[in-house]
T-cell receptor
Framework: AQTVTQSQPEMSVQEAETVTLSCTYD???????LFWYKQPPSRQMILVIR??????QNATENRFSVNFQKAAKSFSLKISDSQLGDAAMYFC??????????????FGQGTTLQVKP | NAGVTQTPKFQVLKTGQSMTLQCAQD?????MYWYRQDPGMGLRLIYY???????DKGEVPNGYNVSRLNKREFSLRLESAAPSQTSVYFC????????????FGPGTRLTVL
């Protein structure tokens, strides 16, 4: 069975600084997607960034980028120039791709990010 | 476009009571999902419907039932609520199971006393 682990329950960063959130996963499959979701205090789940496992190039979305290490099964999120609005809980998630995919997302435990002014 | 809507937003039940959580999407998506979120455990899949007319169990289905009423609506029913079902419930939808993004509703905070 696939598992996703976020070992940092809480992180903090100074406004305008850079922070990296860690995520590791376990799977025996070679074809999958990885995601980072943001959950602000409003509770709304917002997709931040996604990575296809077959792509070697790391995904980027404006101030958000990932470091995808397939062999190490590591998928970290880097937030550059942190803003107060980045304060939220961040979830790493895994989804199988290809045959037998049900769309099921497997989530990590979450990391609460505090941004200090 | 309202996206994914859920009702109610908050609910308090007594042990043994029943209730139905409603979910609807207006994006013409084929696949719909119910997750529960508990502290320190992330979100876990309860049930899903890959397409209209089909439903399947997820990771934590015990104590729940679902109905895919039509393409738009996917409801989650608690027949006899237990304190262990105190949680935040999220409905999500995607165009297909393989689509790159699931869209989430605002969640329902349920407390069972």
């Amino acid at each position: 069975a696939q598992t996703v682990t976020q070992s940092q329950p809480e992180m903090s960063v100074q406004e305008a600084e850079t922070v990296t959130l860690s995520c590791t996963y376990d799977t025996s499959e070679s074809d999958y997607y990885l995601f980072w979701y943001k959950q602000p205090p409003s509770r709304q789940m917002i997709l931040v960034i996604r990575q296809e496992a077959y792509k070697q190039q790391n995904a980027t979305e404006n101030r958000f980028s990932v470091n995808f290490q397939k062999a190490a099964k590591s998928f970290s999120l880097k937030i550059s120039d942190s803003q107060l609005g980045d304060a939220a809980m961040y979830f790493c998630a895994y989804r199988r791709h290809g045959s037998g995919n049900t769309g099921k997302l497997i989530f990590g435990q979450g990391t609460t990010l505090q941004v200090k002014p | 476009n309202a996206g994914v809507t859920q009702t109610p937003k908050f609910q308090v039940l007594k042990t043994g009571q029943s209730m139905t959580l409603q979910c609807a999407q207006d994006m013409n998506h084929n696949s719909m999902y119910w997750y529960r979120q508990d502290p320190g455990m992330g979100l876990r899949l309860i049930y899903y419907s890959a397409s209209e007319g089909t439903t399947d169990k997820g990771e934590v289905p015990n104590g729940y039932n679902v109905s895919r009423l039509n393409k738009r609506e996917f409801s989650l029913r608690l027949e006899s609520a237990a304190p262990s079902q105190t949680s935040v419930y999220f409905c999500a939808s995607s165009l297909t199971p393989s689509y790159n993004e699931q869209f989430f509703g605002p969640g329902t905070r349920l407390t069972v006393l």
